[in-house]
């Protein structure tokens, strides 16, 4: 009876939690993933088209001790939907490498 109870007790937890980041990366759009690391065209390739993307800045990158590197960074917000709630992920790219990926909200 104990046992029976704590398996449920997990089953409504796994069920009712909302997705996290890790959830983003194995259950983003087209079943695929994405991790930090990742260039922009695999994202796009496993996860589709973002939602919604914005250029936040800029950033200077010293690649050696004599050139600077003067990279974009990007932010793609993806919607996933999970029980009828959508939530929001936003993936931050500097130049063209995934660096950030944060819960932003839901709705």
Known sequence: ????????SLIVL??????????LLINCQNGG???LGDLKQQVRLSC???DSTEVIG???KVQDK????VMKIEEWIY????????YFYSLVFEGNKLVEITNAGKK
Do not use: H
């Open 1 to 8: 009876m104990k046992r029976s109870i704590i398996f449920l």
């Open 14 to 23: 796994v069920f009712t939690t909302p997705p996290t980041y890790a959830d």
């Open 33 to 35: 993933s994405a991790s």
């Open 48 to 50: 589709g088209e973002p």
């Open 58 to 60: 800029y950033i200077d």
């Open 66 to 69: 004599y050139r600077i590197r």
């Open 79 to 86: 919607a996933v939907p999970f029980y009828g709630v959508k």
